[in-house]
Nanobody, 125 residues
Framework: VQLQAYGGGLVQAGGSLSHSCVAS??????????MGWFRQAPGKERQFVAA????????YYADSVKGRFTISRDNSKNTAYLLMRNLQAEDAGVYYC?????????????????WGQGTQVTVSS
């Protein structure tokens, strides 16, 4: 199973960026997996940003991004998305997408089965 992440980049504070995460792999049923986004700033632990259940029926956000970030998915394209608006300096870091079979404690990074490569987000003031 491979999760290929796209997006990120450099943006001014207050700007927007988006990520996408495309899943592939023999026998991998994307529509059976919850998807999450995490970020890691230099010297800090990887932290939860947002998650979405397999059907897209439920979404979860870290308090710090509520109202600014939107997670979504398109199961027909095996793709999850993260739209980030009004970016602030504290949003900078490496963003990772991940997939998990269960939705229990979906904010817990330890329950994720597959991880994509990180994509860098830099926010300039």
């Amino acid at each position: 199973v491979q999760l290929q992440a796209y997006g990120g980049g450099l943006v001014q504070a207050g700007g927007s960026l988006s990520h996408s995460c495309v899943a592939s792999g023999r026998g991998f049923d994307f529509s059976s997996y919850g998807m999450g986004w995490f970020r890691q700033a230099p010297g800090k632990e990887r932290q939860f940003v947002a998650a979405i259940t397999w059907s897209g029926g439920s979404t979860y956000y870290a308090d710090s991004v509520k109202g600014r970030f939107t997670i979504s998915r398109d199961n027909s394209k095996n793709t999850a998305y993260l739209l980030m608006r009004n970016l602030q300096a504290e949003d900078a870091g490496v963003y990772y997408c991940a997939a998990r079979r269960t939705v229990t404690a979906i904010q817990n990074l330890h329950g994720y089965n597959y991880w994509g490569q990180g994509t860098q987000v830099t926010v300039s003031s």
